[in-house]
C-alpha cells in the first residue's frame, strides 16, 4: 500500500508560476509509474503529465506542454510538478498519482490539492 500526499496547491495570478509535490509513503517508490490529474468543477477528472519509474520518460497532456515540467526524486520519494505561465484554466483539484503500469491505469491516488488562477 501506498499513501500519497499533495502540497503546494494555492491562489496565484495567471502568468505565475506553481510548484506541486507529491509525498510518497513506503519504500518502493522508484516501482511506480507516477502521474498528475486535474479536476475542474463540473468536468471529469483529466491527465495531465506522467514519469516512467526511472524518471527518464515524460508525457504531457498537449494542454500543459511547454508549461508544465512533471520530475522526480526517488532518494527523496516525491514527485513535482512545476507549474509555469498559468492560466485561468489551469484552475482544478490537482490529484497525484501512482501505480505499476507505466502507462495506467493508477492504483493509488493522493487526496487533491486545489489551484486556483486569477485573472
Known amino acids: 500500500q501506498v499513501q500519497l500526499v499533495e502540497s503546494g496547491g494555492g491562489l496565484v495570478q495567471a502568468g505565475g508560476s506553481l510548484r506541486l509535490s507529491c509525498a510518497a509513503s513506503?519504500?518502493?517508490?522508484?516501482?511506480?509509474?507516477m502521474g498528475w490529474f486535474r479536476q475542474a468543477p463540473g468536468q471529469e477528472r483529466k491527465f495531465v503529465a506522467r514519469?516512467?519509474?526511472?524518471?527518464?520518460?515524460?508525457y504531457y497532456a498537449d494542454s500543459v506542454e511547454g508549461r508544465f515540467t512533471i520530475s522526480r526524486d526517488n532518494a527523496k520519494n516525491t514527485v513535482t510538478l512545476q507549474m509555469n505561465s498559468l492560466k485561468t484554466e489551469d484552475t482544478a483539484v490537482y490529484y497525484c498519482?501512482?501505480?505499476?503500469?507505466?502507462?495506467?491505469?493508477?492504483?493509488?491516488w493522493g487526496q487533491g490539492t486545489q489551484v486556483t488562477v486569477s485573472s
Open positions: 514519469i516512467d519509474k526511472s524518471g527518464g520518460s515524460t
Open positions: 498519482a501512482g501505480g505499476f503500469r507505466e502507462l495506467g491505469p493508477y492504483d493509488y
Open positions: 513506503g519504500r518502493t517508490f522508484s516501482r511506480y509509474a
